[in-house]
């Protein structure tokens, strides 16, 4: 089957770091994203990993373990914007289709 | 948590026919249901936002004649895609907002391809 799961929800402080997991399974994985969601709005992509390691993308970066099943997402000098929901998703290349996670909303305090 | 029923989750049809893709929030009422469409390894692309009993908002270079959108109940929004070609091939999310929550609560896509 597919399962992704996130942390609920996160507070970190302005200016700290915060890292945002993300665990899958799914068949036929073949490639991990990641969206920023502002309240009321729609999904705004951040990343995408397909090989092993980090992506590095300004003040976020994004990791990768396909043998682990395991993603995180690395947000540095974070600001008061960053609060929002950040969706884990993979696709799913066996049955062509996305399998999100139910996100985890962070609050940035200042 | 609130679940968005899409359907159906592929369909093969050949060019010139049009595609009806109905995106349904099974256990909450939605004021506002989202529109994507997607090409392998891109980002979502937000095409239409769905307002009950109003039109639908259509972004910059969308053609609101080629995908029709209705949102005639606070649980269902259809897309349909009329005289669809080749290059409509793509997967299409909906998404719908209960308006009590600030997340998006998304289908689980319909993959279209056009012969």
């Known amino acids: 089957g597919q399962n992704i799961d996130q942390p609920t929800e996160m507070t970190a402080t302005e200016g700290a770091i915060v890292q945002i997991n993300c665990t899958y399974q799914?068949?036929?994985?073949?490639?991990l994203f990641w969206y920023q969601q502002h309240a009321g709005e729609a999904p705004t992509f951040l990343s995408y990993?397909?090989?092993?390691g980090l992506e590095e993308k300004g003040r976020f970066s994004s990791f990768l373990s396909r043998s682990k099943g395991y993603s995180y997402l690395l947000l540095k000098e974070l600001q008061m914007k960053d609060s929002a929901s950040y969706l884990c998703?993979?696709?799913?290349?066996?049955?062509?289709?996305?399998?999100f996670g139910p996100g985890t909303r962070l609050s940035v305090l200042p | 948590g609130a679940v968005v029923s899409q359907h159906p989750s592929r369909v093969i049809c050949k060019s010139g026919t049009s595609v009806k893709i109905e995106c349904r929030s099974l256990?909450?009422?939605?004021?506002?249901m989202f529109w994507y469409r997607q090409f392998p390894k891109q980002s979502l692309m937000l095409m239409a936002t769905?307002?009950?009993?109003?039109?639908?908002?259509?972004e910059q270079g969308v053609e609101k004649d080629k995908f029709l959108i209705n949102h005639a109940s606070l649980t269902l929004s259809t897309l349909t895609v009329t005289s669809a070609h080749p290059e409509d091939s793509s997967f299409y999310i909906c998404s719908a907002a209960t308006g009590r929550s600030e997340k998006l609560f998304f289908g689980s896509g319909t993959q279209l391809s056009v012969l």
């Open positions: 990993n397909v090989l092993d």
């Open positions: 799914t068949s036929g994985f073949n490639g």
């Open positions: 769905s307002n009950e009993g109003s039109k639908a908002t259509y």
């Open positions: 256990d909450f009422q939605a004021t506002t």
């Open positions: 998703a993979v696709w799913d290349n066996y049955g062509q289709n996305f399998v």
